[in-house]
């Protein structure tokens, strides 16, 4: 018996179009809904498959619609919905379903998870899971097949969202070395080289296309790069997530250097040359001992490493630690495992630490053991300070060492956060838990902050933090702005980027 499928909210909010999407637009065409999760990096890794099979199939009368189901709390909120829309380059039609009355009316269980619906408004059924561009077209094509006479090819009113604004997009690392701050220039596939004091721009790595191309110059090209840590070395090296890859820069001729990966999204989880092994998300990257890179790779939900090259055996990476069960897993290397793991800085001393955004939590990994230091697990968040076992974080992506503390980007809770390693007890430095949407001009205009800059100190969804010795550092990725904040003076400058003033 065919199930015809459920109508589409019309009183949600909708993005990428100039209205609502009803039935009668729908019907005689294939629907390819999507159900997805902005801070799910298997729902990031499957924006770029829909993406191709659109473009395989922009003559046919198929329409790919994004319903915006969260996970978090946070996610639900439709102005930060829109701004991963314009982060993830989204074209297509996309309704917030934010109360979920989508996703239980398709009994979807799972992100990211596609739904078929044939020109007839029946549904033709439902796949969980990142897809395969090719296997999805023979699906859409095959459904479209099956009814030819039904198809309409009449436009709709799809209209996307602008890119934003200024100097910065998405922010989504930091690194310091020297007198210089490095920033990761995420929307603009770029990395910024600026002075630490001023925020004055040096120079920027890389073209600002989009690409994977080693070199110097404008030759230079990442996608969509996010952590960076200087390798101690005179080199930069760069999480170039996007490209599936780690790259590293010389900071003294301006040579861009691929280390591991092939530009292609990895599928298998095994060590090998690391510059014909595959990759799977990097988003985090740390310099270890010899030569050594570690790697936070988020879409595999591991750690691991990049060797050197030494005594004419090639570069390998491989595994370091993390089964690659989404979970929060503590024991040894090999059977331990994270959620996402997003940010890595070693503490004072020595050991590694990682942010482990899917389970909200900040590990510790050490003398072959992985521990949690503080937070919760896949569905256990919040925003609690206090022990390690009670304290609550919400999707937090960055981390960072400030003497014997850590620092945490607790994105989703707009906030910075404190973490003694020893201990685990969590408390909160920056923000209260909302986010700023606007008057970003005028904050820039008034930087003195009172004594407690916790509450006056707004951010959105900060995704970096690094410490100067003087200064907190933030990525302020939402409002494509970094921001210094003097914790002792109470002082909050905006140091680069920020949306310019409404005309």
């Known amino acids: 018996m065919a199930i015809h499928a459920p109508d589409l909210p019309v009183d949600a909010v909708w ?37 191709l099979a659109e473009a395989d199939l922009a003559d046919e009368p198929v329409v790919f619609v994004g319903v915006h189901s969260p ?20 074209t297509h039609p996309v309704v917030v379903d934010t109360g979920h009355a989508t996703w239980s009316a ?19 059924g439902q796949a969980a899971g990142e897809p395969d561009r090719e296997d999805l077209v023979a699906v859409v094509r095959a459904l479209l097949d099956e009814q030819p006479g039904r198809l309409v090819r009449d436009a709709l009113p799809i209209r996307p969202e602008p890119a934003p604004p200024g100097v910065l997009a998405f922010p989504g690392g930091l690194a310091v070395e020297g007198d210089t701050l490095y920033v990761a220039d995420t929307g603009h596939h770029q990395v910024v080289v600026a002075d630490l004091a001023t925020g004055a721009e040096r120079g920027r790595i890389g073209s600002g296309r989009a690409g994977l191309h080693d070199g110097t110059g404008a030759q230079v090209r990442f996608r969509t790069p996010h952590g960076l840590a200087p390798d101690g070395a005179g080199g930069l090296l760069v999480a170039d997530t996007g490209n599936h890859a780690v790259r590293r820069v010389d900071l003294t001729t301006g040579q861009v250097t691929t280390l591991a990966g092939t530009g292609h ?14 990759l799977r998300s990097p988003w985090d990257v740390a310099p270890g001992e010899g030569g050594e890179v570690v790697v936070a790779m988020a879409g595999s939900h591991q750690l691991w490493v990049v060797q050197p090259a030494r005594d004419g055996v090639p570069a390998v990476a491989g595994i370091l630690a993390g089964s690659s069960r989404e979970a929060r897993v503590d024991g040894d290397y090999a059977t331990a495992a994270f959620a996402q793991p997003s940010g890595l800085a070693r503490g004072a001393d020595g050991a ?34 206090g022990p390690g076992d009670v304290a609550r974080f919400q999707h937090p992506v960055g981390i960072a ?8 980007a607790d994105t989703l809770n707009h906030a910075v956060r404190a973490v003694d390693p020893a201990t685990g007890a969590v408390s909160t430095l920056l923000g209260d838990g909302t986010p700023l949407h606007a008057a970003i001009a005028e904050l820039e205009r008034r930087p003195v902050l009172p004594a407690d800059a916790r509450s006056a100190a707004a951010f ?14 933030v990525a302020d990725t939402g409002n494509h702005r970094v921001v210094a904040v003097d914790p002792a003076g ?14």
């Not at 999204?265 to 595959?278: I, K, L, N, V, Y």
């Open 15 to 51: 993005l990428n179009v100039d209205r609502a999407l009803t039935r009668a637009d729908l019907r005689g065409r294939v629907v390819v809904l999507d159900f997805w999760t902005y801070a799910c990096i298997n729902c990031l890794h499957t924006l770029p498959e829909l993406s």
């Open 401 to 408: 060492a400030m003497g014997d503390r850590l620092l945490v």
């Open 352 to 385: 590694l630490h990682v942010a482990d955004s899917e389970i909200s939590a900040v590990r510790r990994v050490a003398g072959g053991l992985v521990t949690t230091v503080a937070g919760g697990d896949l569905f256990d968040f919040g925003f609690v300070d």
């Open 71 to 90: 996970k978090f709390p946070t996610e639900g909120d439709p102005d930060l919905v829109r701004a991963a829309v314009q982060r993830h380059g989204v």
């Open 490 to 503: 109470g002082r909050a400058d905006v140091l680069l980027g920020g949306q310019p003033p409404a005309s």
């Open 106 to 124: 398709y009994a979807v269980k799972a992100w990211p998870t596609l739904v078929f619906v044939r020109p007839d408004g029946t549904v033709a």
């Open 460 to 473: 959105r969804e900060p995704e970096a933090v690094a410490w100067d010795g003087r200064r907190i550092l």
């Open 265 to 278: 999204r990895g599928h298998g989880f095994h060590a090998g040359p690391a510059r014909t092994t595959d």
